[in-house]
């Protein structure tokens, strides 16, 4: 069961890519787990990718603390996912790396996993 959390919904631009309604590229979306991963706009590598939940957590950090088996779910989908796809992306040929942000540097209000690839 997901967990409510205080932040409205038209308030993650992440809900609204995964409605249609903004654009953006989703790598993969699973609609059973309820979590996805979609392109960032901002990259900070050839690839560079977001892992996040469809329920609009404001940070990665309220998600661990509130959930734990949510945010453990999150980090598996993430690495699981990524490793399926190393073949389709030459760019993850020599890795990836997930990092996620704590504290005031969360800049777009929904949990989220950074991934990676390594150069």
Known sequence: MLEEFPLPIDE??????LNGTAPGTIIV?????????????QPEAAIHWLAIPFEPI????????????????LLNFAINQTKALTDK??????????????????TIPH????ILSCE
């Open 12 to 17: 993650s631009p992440f809900v609204s890519v």
């Open 111 to 114: 949990a989220k996993l950074h």
């Open 29 to 41: 979306r699973d609609d059973t787990a309820k979590f996805a991963i979609i392109e960032s706009v």
């Open 89 to 106: 992306y030459e760019n993850l040929g020599n890795g990836f790396t997930i990092k996620f942000h704590l504290g005031a540097f969360e």
């Open 58 to 73: 404001p940070s990665i950090e309220e998600l661990e603390t509130h959930n734990r088996a949510r945010f453990l779910d």
